[in-house]
């Protein structure tokens, strides 16, 4: 642990990582956050902590994971963030400070190539098209030389490719020790090494899953450590509930009966009528859509489901539709017990069908806990039930009494056979408004036990930034202000020559702002580019030339309001469509408003603002990236100004001044282009004096 005492030599002025990494600047939030990372892996215990943009928070933590010499879990929200951490900052910090640790990456199933599937899909290949043939080629030249089986390794195969699914395994489909390829799987040689790593870095997808898997006793997925730091901590919530709750779709159930037809068939033709049973089952699955959809009146909608079925449904008519779909699943699970030694693909599908009718039937009771259940209507049909946060299961896993199953530590200040006592660390840049960052801690069940940290960004963003609030839109309620906001951009973008990141606030929105943009800008020379058209990688790949190649403005929601780095001159102009409130119909929203009302409590000030607030800050986020960076923000929802609760969403944001009119926006922008006509600009601003 002497290591640990180490870290102002490292991280400050003068020390080894600005001696050795090129443009590295030493930051005193960098240095408190490290220490008191430090502190809780010497002594135990939970820390949150919110460290802003540009504080450096991940060397922050993985210094002093690697000098403590403890096994260490290692966290993410995303893919993106295991990558970097695995293959870049883990390697290259461990090289400065020349210490040895074995160090894995573990993945999800749908990350690594299966060999069985790979070659059932080359079998298979004439029902695709020539794109997906050429892509499986580009797969299976490159399944012959790789060691670990990570798709991430293939660059050119984008995240949405429909080739992915037949390629990779899933829980379903895997047919473990009997198949063929079991003792090459890549999946139980990423599983295989993380066991015995000292650094094991995974997402928080798959800590839950495997807290899922410890739970029934059957399996576990991570090792025990003495460690658990989650970065990306914001996601934790949002992640773990969908883990802990249950799900029966219909999606999974006409895939399970081509699973019928096509294995049935395969292995046991002539013993079962399979594709009688498989049209049955067809044809009941759309019988039971087309009821709840003439219900839900409607082509997507979620149906509350709050008595014993969901609004709109009669229940004793819902009870015996949900019975047919068991009596099915029944005489599949007959079947297949007759045939399943014929094969392992049998017995695997016979192990499917057992647990799809167990989802189905945990549908059939009256629920589970303070849970919300609901009915969703669309391309599929799913019956979903979730627990309202993950703050019950968190806090019992730290439980000083309790050892945590799930690759957590035994939680709590005492030190167990002489190791040193457990540790807990969570951070983001984004876990709160409030001194006690009670967003985060209080869902996460963390209020009581955890040590609270908040570092400010390093960032000036009063000279570095300075936003604005676009006059004479459409309400932004209005289904005709995207289509507006495209038209009111058409000038500052033009100005800029693109380096503009528009962030919508639903697909619909989207789809409006990409269109008028890309017909306002034709002729112009500024592509457009938009999400989903594209993998995710791609387009940032392509956004992040644009400052120096064809300029270009980049459309995106969803996925883009996070984890989004784009430092430099090629993002200088940041739009968020308008306020990012909280889906009002969704179900969590609805059932967590209830349980604060409850409470005697308001759910707009003390639910919808504070999740606004963090949503509005994480998209926020990508527009200063570095201490060079400088850029414009637009929020362009007039009710930052209209109503009272504007103040305390821009109170959640950094100090910027605010441009009053279009005239000044348009200086502004001008002024990006000469660094020293931006300070000369900066130097006679205030922040926010029009908020």
């Known amino acids: 642990m002497t290591g640990l005492d180490s870290l102002a030599g490292l991280l400050g002025p003068g020390g080894t990582l600005q001696q050795l990494e090129p443009g590295f600047q030493p930051r005193a939030g960098q240095l408190q956050l490290a220490e008191a990372v430090a502190q809780v892996l010497r002594h135990g215990g939970v820390l949150v902590a919110e460290a802003g943009t540009g504080v450096g928070k991940t060397y922050a933590y993985l210094l002093p994971a690697l ?25 290259r910090l461990m090289g400065w400070l020349g210490l040895s640790r074995r160090v894995a990456v573990l993945k999800g199933r749908n990350s690594y190539l299966c060999t069985h599937r790979l070659s059932q899909a080359r079998r298979e290949g004439h029902y695709l098209d020539d794109a997906a043939l050429r892509q499986l080629a580009q797969v299976e030249r490159w399944a012959l030389g790789t060691r670990s089986g990570d798709l991430a390794e293939l660059p050119e195969l984008d995240d949405a490719s429909p080739l992915i699914p037949l390629v990779t395994s899933t829980r ?20 295989r090494l993380a066991l015995a790593a000292e650094v094991v870095v995974v997402n928080h997808h798959l800590f839950f899953a495997d807290q899922q898997l410890r739970d029934t006793g059957v399996a576990e997925l991570l090792p025990q450590v003495q460690a658990v ?51 049955l089952m067809e044809r009941q699955v759309r019988d039971f859509e087309a009821w709840v959809g003439a219900a839900a009146r409607r082509p997507e909608a979620r149906l509350l489901w709050l008595g014993a079925s969901p609004e709109g449904l009669d229940p004793a008519a819902w009870r015996q539709r949900l019975l047919g779909l068991d009596a099915l699943l029944a ?20 192990q499917r069908v057992l647990e799809t009718r167990q989802r189905l039937r945990g549908f059939m009771d009256d629920g589970q806990g303070p849970a919300v259940r609901w009915l969703e209507t669309g391309r599929h049909t799913r019956l979903l039930e979730v627990p309202l946060n993950i703050g019950a299961k968190l806090s019992d896993l ?18 167990v056979g002489g190791r040193p006592p457990p540790a807990w660390v969570f951070t983001s840049a984004t876990l709160g408004v409030d001194e006690g960052l009670s967003w985060f801690t209080q ?14 960004s390093p960032f000036d963003y009063a000279r570095q930034a300075a936003w604005h609030v676009p006059e004479g839109l459409p309400d932004a309620q209005d289904p005709e202000h995207a289509w507006a906001l495209s038209q009111w951009l058409l000038s500052p973008v033009r100005l800029l020559r693109g380096r503009t990141l528009v962030l919508a606030t639903s697909l619909r929105a989207l789809g409006e702002l990409a269109r008028g943009l890309q017909e306002g800008l034709q002729g112009t020379g500024i592509e457009v580019l938009v999400q989903g058209q594209g993998s995710r990688r791609r387009l940032l790949e392509r956004f992040r030339q644009g400052a120096t190649g064809t300029p270009c403005v980049l459309v995106a929601s969803g996925a883009f309001w996070e984890g989004v780095d784009v430092p430099g001159e090629a993002l200088q102009m940041l739009v968020i469509d308008k306020l990012p409130f909280p889906v009002p119909d969704d179900p969590l929203v ?3 408003s209830a349980e604060l009302k409850a409470q005697g409590r308001t759910p ?13 800050k994480q998209g926020v986020g990508r527009l200063i990236r570095s201490e060079h960076d400088r850029g414009v923000l637009i929020l362009a929802d007039e009710r930052l100004h209209q109503r009272s609760y504007g103040r305390r969403l821009m109170a959640a944001l950094p100090a910027m001044p605010c441009l009053a009119d279009q005239a000044a926006l348009m200086d502004a922008l001008a002024a990006l282009s000469s660094p020293q006509a931006w300070l000369t600009r900066s130097s006679t601003t205030d922040p926010r004096p029009c908020s």
């Open 590 to 592: 609805l059932a967590r």
């Open 604 to 616: 707009f000030q003390d639910y919808v603002l504070p999740e606004t607030a963090m949503a509005l």
């Open 398 to 415: 730290l439980k000083p009494e309790v050892a945590a199953p799930g690759g957590g530590p035994a939680s709590g200040p005492v030190s």
């Open 229 to 279: 730091i989650f970065d990306e901590a914001h996601r934790l919530n949002e992640i773990g509930v969908q883990f802990m709750g249950r799900q029966f779709s219909t999606r999974g159930w006409r895939q399970l009966s081509a699973a019928l037809l096509e294995e049935g068939t395969r292995w046991a033709r002539g013993f079962q009528p399979w594709p009688e049973l498989a049209s």
């Open 443 to 456: 869902p996460c069940g963390l209020a009581d036990l955890a040590t609270v940290l908040r570092v400010d």
């Open 67 to 91: 000098l403590s010499g403890q096994r260490v879990l290692l966290s993410t929200a995303t893919r993106n963030l295991q990558d970097q951490l695995s293959t870049r900052d883990l390697p």
């Open 172 to 191: 379903d489909n895997c047919l473990g020790a009997r198949c063929a390829g079991w003792q090459g799987c890549h999946v139980n040689e990423a599983r």
């Open 331 to 350: 005489r599949a699970e007959q079947a297949l017990q007759l045939t399943q030694e014929a094969a392992p693909e049998l017995r695997r599908l016979a």
